[in-house]
Each structure stands twice: as structure tokens, then as C-alpha cells.
């Protein structure tokens, strides 16, 4: 179940990177503007909820939490994005960072993804490598912002992002068809060792011995 929890993880990213992509070529500053519109939405609703903790809260531990300036932040923060969300899109070197920092934290993701099929001794671990590879790459050089223009940037971000999904889709679909040992073994699946399961197999070997010891040997 954990397996198949991470696989879906993994096909709603690349699927996700494919619809940034696209929207990003079709109306950059538009979907940009919504982006941070909504994540403008988030700040709001999580300092209305710090704000009423605090008055909610036992006066001593709201004094050491500190939820109300929390609160604050987040609900002004979040003001400033709903209704100033333009602001973002004229401010170049600004939207360049955010953009960096979230395909950094997307690249950062899939490093495990790389690392786990090193570790199981995958022989298309590449697969994921590059991809993940590819996602820092070009979370660097848009944090670097060596563009000219704004439309520069959303060209490459938005190539890059459907680039980066298709080589996990690739990944993907040559692990749900076992290709090159891709597929995990049933113990490897449910965190079973060698060292565990031979444990297991002497156990039932010993417990086969002892119930031939009981039964009657007039009956053997």
C-alpha cells in the first residue's frame, strides 16, 4: 500500500509539473497571479487560526507561543498577496526567487526517489538521477536569473518543468513494467530482511518439531 501511495505521489508531480508547464507558456502572468493569489488565501486562513488560538489558548501558553504576531504576519502577508498580487509579476528579481525556490524544494523531492533506487540496486536508478539532476539544474539557474526578461524566464521555466515530467514519466513506466529489475521483491515491498525472514523459517521448522513430540506415538 505504501508503494503503490508512492507511485500515485510520483505521477500527480510529474502531472503537475506538466500543467505548470503548460499554463506557464499559455498566460505566464496570469497564472502567476493566481499562484500567488492563492497561496495569499493560505496565509490568510492559517493567521485567522493562530490569531483564535491564541485568544483560545491558556494565557501562559499563548504568552510562550507567541501565535498572535504569528497570526499577524501571516493574515498581513497574506492581504498583501490577494490584493496586491501584480505586485509580484512587476517585481522581476522577486518572482524569479519564487519560482527557484519552489522547482529547488521539487528537486529536493526527488533526490530520494534517485537514492532509494540506488540503494536497491536498480539498474534504471538513472532514470530518477536525471530527473532529479535536471530539477536543480534549473532551479539554480532561475535563483542565478541570468534572464533578460520575464518572458525568457517563463519560456525556460515552463520547458524545463515539462522536460523534467516527462523524463519521470519515462522512470515511471518502466517501473510498472519491471523493466531491468525495477520491481521490488514481495519481502523487499513489505520491509522484510534476508536476516528476518530466515529468523522466521527456523522458527516454523521448530515449531513443526514440537508438535510431532506431542503427538501420541501410538498414533504415528
Do not use: H
Not at 507511485?7 to 500543467?19: D, P, Q, T
Not at 518572458?151 to 523534467?164: H, Q
Not at 525495477?182 to 534476508?194: L, V
Amino acid at each position: 500500500m505504501k508503494k503503490i501511495l508512492q507511485k500515485f505521489g510520483s505521477i500527480i508531480l510529474a502531472l503537475g509539473e506538466v500543467l505548470v508547464g503548460v499554463l506557464l507558456l499559455i498566460d505566464p502572468a496570469g497564472f502567476t497571479v493566481g499562484i500567488i493569489a492563492g497561496v495569499g488565501m493560505l496565509l490568510t486562513a492559517l493567521g485567522v487560526f493562530l490569531v483564535l488560538a491564541y485568544f483560545k489558548a491558556d494565557p501562559e501558553e499563548a504568552a510562550m507561543g507567541q501565535n498572535l504576531m504569528k497570526g499577524l504576519g501571516a493574515l498581513t502577508g497574506g492581504i498583501f498577496c490577494i490584493f496586491r498580487s501584480d505586485w509580484f509579476i512587476v517585481t522581476f528579481p522577486l518572482l524569479a526567487m519564487f519560482y527557484g525556490i519552489i522547482i529547488l524544494i521539487t528537486g529536493i523531492m526527488k533526490v530520494q526517489w534517485a537514492v532509494d533506487m540506488v540503494r536497491l540496486k536498480k539498474k534504471l536508478w538513472y532514470f530518477p538521477a536525471a530527473g532529479a539532476a535536471l530539477t536543480l539544474i534549473v532551479a539554480v539557474v532561475v535563483l542565478r536569473n541570468p534572464f533578460a526578461t520575464t518572458a525568457v524566464l517563463w519560456t525556460f521555466t515552463a520547458v524545463s518543468l515539462i522536460v523534467e515530467a516527462v523524463v519521470d514519466l519515462l522512470g515511471l513506466v518502466f517501473e510498472g513494467k519491471g523493466i531491468d529489475g525495477f520491481k521490488i521483491s514481495p519481502k523487499a515491498a513489505s520491509g522484510e530482511t534476508s536476516k528476518e525472514a530466515a529468523m522466521k523459517e527456523a522458527s516454523a521448522k521448530e515449531a513443526s518439531k514440537e508438535s510431532q513430540k506431542e503427538i501420541p506415538k501410538e498414533l504415528l
